[in-house]
């Protein structure tokens, strides 16, 4: 069992950067993908990016936020990033991490953990 929180939302301007985090409570870590995933009104749960088990750590991101969004984790504090640069005011939604065993899904069902979001508002 995984349990994830997720922190660092907050209303930016456009062009702002933001950095989520997600820190997880429980066994072997290491052990799990992480991916993110953001929710716009009225708008259906869209993947962002993800990151792999240590295994190789790679990372795959959505075409609209690469070269602005970077993921990154850092196992010893059970802990993966989101830095989110150069945003834009569809960038906006509710930002979900989540977490699957070992390999990167690009979608939701494949996830088995989530956390409780926390809101992104990028204002023009």
């Known amino acids: 069992q995984v349990q994830l929180v997720e922190s660092g939302g907050g209303l930016v301007q456009a062009g702002g950067s933001l950095r989520l985090s997600c820190a997880a409570s429980g066994p072997t870590f290491t052990s799990y993908a992480l991916g993110w995933f953001r929710q716009a009104p009225g708008k259906e749960r869209e993947f962002v990016a993800a990151?792999?088990?240590?295994?190789?750590?790679?990372?795959d991101y959505v075409d609209s936020v690469k070269g602005r969004f970077t993921i990154s984790r850092d196992n010893a504090k059970n802990t993966v990033y989101l830095q989110m640069n150069s945003l834009k005011p569809e960038d906006t939604a509710v930002y979900y991490c989540a977490a699957r065993l070992y390999t990167i899904r690009v979608t939701e069902r494949e996830y088995a953990y989530w956390g409780q979001g926390t809101q992104v508002t990028v204002s023009s």
């Open positions: 990151i792999s088990s240590w295994a190789g750590y790679s990372t």
